[in-house]
């Protein structure tokens, strides 16, 4: 949950399971006061920026050809 966002933090996220490096979600950052819907309360990392991280476009390309979920380490072990 963010508390004072507005102008501070960018308006896009992606929370990331940092065992596989699965994208878990990701979205447009919920307004102040407002909590990210997630069913699962496991360990995940918060990242926020304005585009999309190049590795986060290199795991969803590497899930496409192998047919997988997006992970940033798909693309390292093979």
Known sequence: MFFDAEGRVPS?????????????????????????????????????AETTPAWVSMAQHVAVESHASASIFAGLAG
């Open 12 to 48: 896009k996220y992606w929370l990331i399971d940092p065992r596989t490096g699965a994208v878990l979600k990701s979205g447009k950052r919920p307004p102040d006061y407002v909590p990210i819907e997630f069913d699962r309360y496991e360990p995940s990392i918060l990242i926020c």
